[in-house]
């Protein structure tokens, strides 16, 4: 088996969920390698300009925009969850012990009523979704505990507005990056993880005749 094929299969949902009365410490997670695995994810394939760039007022042609928070970030963020009307959930749970959230967002086409924008829609979160499985196998070779949940609270206007975040971004993912082993923390795993079929149910060869 290769390294990929290993890396592919030791990936696994790892949801740490802390205390947020009582936050965690932070392990030392550097900036740096937070950063190293996002370059990582920057390799993903992407095909279509952005619109802000095909329009010209941004010149970033990816389809996806990150925003990252080290563990100060996450511990800062904990209070200022009540300032978003929806509820958050076990978000706070895993923001009390996370050592980085990365926020991955995409960038939808401003109409959605040509083909066009639908296609390229496609494309764009079929392409940030690729950046972000490369970032969780990064994550994976380097024993860096990691979640990609759909992030609840944390796609709304109001906590794009408290990050910064360009309101017309649509949150793909929120990337919880945990500490290994886990400290005072309850670990719970991904509940597809054993659902999963042999490719043969789901995988065939065609030859047109
Ligand atoms: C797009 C996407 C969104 C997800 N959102 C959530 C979520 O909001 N909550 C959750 O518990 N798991 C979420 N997951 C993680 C899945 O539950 C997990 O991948 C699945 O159970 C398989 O487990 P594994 O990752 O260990 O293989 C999400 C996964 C993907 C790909």
């Known amino acids: 088996?290769?390294?990929?094929?290993?890396?592919?299969?030791?990936?696994?949902?790892?949801?740490?969920?802390g205390n947020p009365a009582a936050p965690a410490p932070a392990t030392g997670l550097s900036r740096e390698t937070v950063e190293a695995l996002v370059a990582a994810a920057g390799?993903?394939?992407?095909?279509?300009?952005?619109?802000?760039?095909r329009e010209g007022t941004d010149p970033v042609?990816?389809?996806?925009?990150?925003?990252?928070?080290?563990?100060?970030?996450?511990?800062?963020?904990?209070?200022?969850?009540?300032?978003?009307?929806?509820?958050?959930?076990k978000i706070a749970d895993m923001l009390a012990v996370?050592?980085?959230l990365i926020l991955v967002t995409w960038l939808p086409e401003p109409s959605e009523e040509s083909w066009q924008a639908t296609d390229f829609n496609m494309e764009h979160i079929a392409a940030g979704s690729a950046a972000i499985q490369t970032l969780l196998l990064a994550a994976t070779e380097r024993g860096i505990g990691n979640y990609w949940s759909s992030g609840g609270c944390l796609g709304t206007t109001e906590a794009f507005a408290l990050l910064g975040i360009d309101p017309t971004d649509i949150l793909l993912g929120a990337i919880f990056l945990f500490p290994d082993p886990p400290a005072n923390?309850?670990?719970?795993?991904?509940?597809?993880?054993?659902?999963?079929?042999?490719?043969?149910?789901w995988s065939r060869w065609v030859t047109p005749t």
Request: aromatic share 6%; proline share 13%.
């Open 61 to 89: 042609v990816e389809p996806w925009r990150f925003t990252m928070l080290d563990a100060p970030g996450c511990r800062a963020l904990l209070p200022r969850l009540s300032e978003i009307p929806k509820p958050p959930g």
């Open 1 to 17: 088996m290769t390294q990929i094929e290993q890396t592919a299969r030791a990936r696994k949902t790892l949801k740490l969920l």
């Open 43 to 53: 390799w993903a394939p992407f095909h279509r300009p952005a619109h802000r760039a």
């Open 98 to 100: 996370a050592d980085a």
């Open 185 to 201: 923390a309850e670990a719970v795993p991904g509940k597809m993880r054993e659902k999963r079929s042999h490719p043969g149910a």
